[in-house]
Structure formats: structure tokens, C-alpha cells
């Protein structure tokens, strides 16, 4: 973070371990998901979702816009709704269609959200069920902005 007198990686809070961002990932109730229209633009919705297995995971209409980017250009942001110590997830997704994967998730969202979506409504003819990989993540924390900025780098996901 140039011209914002970050601290070194020893000063301050230091580094923020990766534990501690899974951990917002998965306390979140809502996220934004940053996806590319096709000519470029930007398009950024909020979703519910969650944070399973290292992987974030949300549903959407599978004729949105979020899809459809989706679907020509996999890669994408995910934040979580809280900005004072956020964390910011740049990752490549995958729109599954395998009734194992889309149960689990169901299963999470029902526990997490206190709901009770039938198996119906994620129909992978009519719903997307999309998973994110992690290829970069930021994260900071309020009361220590400049010693505690942290980013990560993952592996390429596999397909």
C-alpha cells in the first residue's frame, strides 16, 4: 500500500495470519462478489455464501449477470461485508453441477442461514451453485491500518 506508511512486516500487528481470515470468511452473513461483464465493466452484487474447505461458496440465478460473467470469465472478487477489517479474495470460479458438491453447500447455507431451502432450488438447470478459489487475498485490521495489511498468494486452482 504505497503512500499509506505501511509498517514493516515485524512492526505493528504484523503479519495477520491466514487462520484469522478464514476465520471473517466464515463469520460473514453477507459477501460482495465482483465479477467482468463482457465488455469490460465491472459488476459487483451482494450475495449470501460461505466459506467451506478453502474455497468461498454462493448460489445465483444461473441466467444472472453474475453467471453469465461467470461463465466467460471465471475470474472474480469476493469481500467480505465488513470494511473496517475486511478481507478481499481474488479467485478463479467454478459453476458445478455435481449433486455431491451442491448438497454439501445446501446443507452449510440451511445451518448457517437458518433456512430451509429445499434440494429444488438448486437445480443446476435453473440455479448456479458456484465455487471460488483462492488465487490472492488482502486483508487488514481497523485499529492497526498501518501494521497490519497482509495479503496472501495461492497455488493455481485445479480445474
Keep these: 500500500m504505497p503512500g499509506y506508511g505501511v509498517r514493516g512486516p515485524d512492526e505493528g500487528s504484523g503479519l495477520l495470519p ?37 474455497a468461498f461458496w454462493f448460489s445465483t440465478g444461473g441466467r444472472s449477470r453474475k453467471a453469465r460473467n461467470l461463465a466467460a470469465d471465471p475470474r472474480c472478487v469476493v469481500a467480505v461485508e465488513d470494511a473496517l477489517s475486511p478481507v ?46 483462492p488465487r490472492r487475498a488482502f486483508g487488514l485490521l481497523h485499529d492497526d491500518f498501518t501494521g497490519s495489511p497482509t495479503s496472501w498468494e495461492f497455488d493455481a486452482p485445479q480445474g
Design 88 to 133: 478481499v479474495v481474488e479467485g478463479v470460479a467454478r459453476i458445478t453441477r455435481r449433486a455431491d458438491e451442491i448438497a454439501r453447500f445446501l446443507g452449510l447455507l440451511n445451518a448457517k442461514y437458518e433456512t430451509r431451502i429445499g434440494a429444488d432450488f438448486l437445480d443446476p438447470d435453473v440455479n448456479a451453485t458456484v465455487q471460488v478459489r
Design 18 to 54: 491466514w487462520a484469522w481470515a478464514e476465520e471473517r470468511l466464515g463469520a460473514s452473513r453477507n459477501y460482495w462478489v465482483v465479477t467482468t461483464r463482457p465488455d469490460g465493466r465491472p459488476h459487483a452484487m451482494p450475495v449470501w455464501g460461505l466459506w467451506d474447505a478453502g
